[in-house]
């Protein structure tokens, strides 16, 4: 049943579909009982490691605790404490290990990851949350006070992180999210739901542009938060398969210069930010020096001013701080 529905997903969703995908899909084993973890472990690491997947112990592992309901490290486990397990286990592992030969993302494959203090629902082709946006969240919480009422928006909510990331932190906060893909939009409230956070978000397919005006949000902005699409379109073919395969391209292209819809941003922002309101990018490294150059050429038009920018957990200027003066 999980391949089957896993299967029509992707055909909705008008994924690629290569021939390991397909195998992975369709693939079925009958595995005799009573093999460990430890067995388990080490068949797919030797697997893994001739296809070439990344981070194998870590998928392998995500995996695992799928497959027998268990969200603690295997290393949490004394050597003496390991699992047997049961038939139906170990197709089930091997299954999902044969997706993730495919080069299928491990968040797929198990359907939910974590992000800030969350468990967040994943389905493809919806974006996928990186750990440095976690550090964007943690950067805009410094700045908030969480006894005070406040508004913002998120361009490109994805799977809803970073607008329910911040909500869930900031109980007197409201947010509208809005994204021009319709899964991401479905999936950004079923996690609010899960998350029992809906009635604090508004969430609306929609395509930001320069032209945008968005009437059906009513008033000026606290707060503005995107990790929009900027990758170089032109560096797009370079991506790893479980990207170019399996996650909405339109979520990462950002144009020629990877600007196109951070300019879009920029021009919304200063329009519908309140005064000393605050905006907030996740970029690409080559970006910062850039929109603090475009926002001193356009500052009798845009009235923005460029804050600061901050560095990721790979020491990359990756975070920019912008207020409407």
């Known amino acids: 049943m999980f391949l089957q529905k896993l299967s029509r997903q992707l055909l909705t969703a008008n994924t690629v579909l290569n021939v390991n995908t397909l195998r992975c899909l369709n693939y079925g084993l009958n595995t005799a009982l009573g093999k460990t973890e430890t067995e388990i472990i080490e068949k797919w690491k030797q697997k ?183 990758v170089l379109t032109h560096d797009l073919k370079k991506l790893e398969p479980e990207i170019s395969l399996y996650e909405d391209l339109r979520a990462l292209d950002g144009g020629p210069d990877g600007l196109n819809i951070i300019r879009s941003i920029l021009t919304f922002a200063s329009k519908r930010l309140k005064l000393q309101g605050h905006l907030w990018l996740e970029v690409d490294p080559s970006h910062p020096s850039l929109i603090e150059e475009y926002l001193q050429e356009n500052k009798s038009d845009l009235n923005l001013k460029f804050v600061a920018c901050y560095k990721d957990m790979y020491g990359k200027e990756r975070f920019v701080e912008i207020m409407k003066i």
């Open 48 to 230: 893994f490691a001739k296809e070439n997947i990344d981070e194998i112990e870590s998928s392998i592992k995500h995996i695992l605790h799928h497959v027998i309901d268990k969200r603690e490290t295997l290393t949490d486990k004394k050597d003496d404490q390991q699992i047997i397990l049961t038939k139906e286990q170990i197709n089930r592992f091997e299954q999902l290990c044969e997706c993730r030969m495919a080069r299928m993302p491990v968040q797929y494959i198990i359907g939910e990851w974590d992000f800030c203090d969350l468990v967040l629902k994943m389905v493809p082709p919806v974006f996928i949350p990186r750990p440095e946006t976690e550090e964007l969240v943690e950067l805009i919480l410094q700045q908030c006070d969480d006894k005070l009422t406040m508004r913002f928006l998120e361009v490109g909510c994805g799977s809803g992180a970073i607008s329910l990331s911040l909500l869930h932190s900031l109980p007197k906060a409201q947010s509208i999210a809005i994204d021009q893909s319709e899964y991401a939009c479905k999936l950004t409230l079923e996690n609010a739901k899960n998350l029992q956070l809906n009635n604090r978000i508004k969430v609306i397919k929609h395509k930001l542009t320069n032209e945008s005006e968005l009437p059906m949000i009513e008033g000026k902005l606290d707060l503005i938060v995107s990790n929009p699409p900027y």
